[in-house]
Nanobody, 126 residues
Framework: VQLVESGGGLVQAGGSLRLSCAASGRTFNYSAMGWFRQTPRNEREFVAGLNWSGGATNLADSVKGRFTISRDNVKNTLYLQMNSLKPEDTAVYYC????????????????????WGQGTQVTVSS
């Protein structure tokens, strides 16, 4: 599985961005997917995840009510809609896949995922 993120950029606080993660390979439909972020000061942090059907989701407390995760299994694409962005959301955002995950499972630990994208930078100015 190859994962390629896009959609990052520079935005003012209060603005919105939509990240995309395009996946190659036949296993996307059977993969749990997640978004993580990392800053130079912090460890990698779970942001959002969803199971292979998209029916089960999990969001970090810091982004609940502002971010939405979704997927399109026809387009093999994962999305992260980010609204009401804050300067503390500034980070490199990575998408990740856990192939052949159990139906309802949404992993939240980075070590559980077996494929990662290269990351896309999100910068929120105050």
């Amino acid at each position: 599985v190859q994962l390629v993120e896009s959609g990052g950029g520079l935005v003012q606080a209060g603005g919105s961005l939509r990240l995309s993660c395009a996946a190659s390979g036949r296993t996307f439909n059977y993969s749990a997917m997640g978004w993580f972020r990392q800053t130079p000061r912090n460890e990698r942090e779970f942001v959002a995840g969803l199971n292979w059907s998209g029916g089960a989701t999990n969001l970090a407390d810091s982004v609940k009510g502002r971010f939405t995760i979704s997927r399109d299994n026809v387009k093999n694409t994962l999305y992260l809609q980010m609204n009401s962005l804050k300067p503390e959301d500034t980070a490199v955002y990575y998408c990740a896949a856990l192939t052949y995950a159990s139906a309802g499972y949404v992993p939240t630990e980075g070590a559980e995922y077996n494929y990662w994208g290269q990351g896309t930078q999100v910068t929120v100015s105050s």
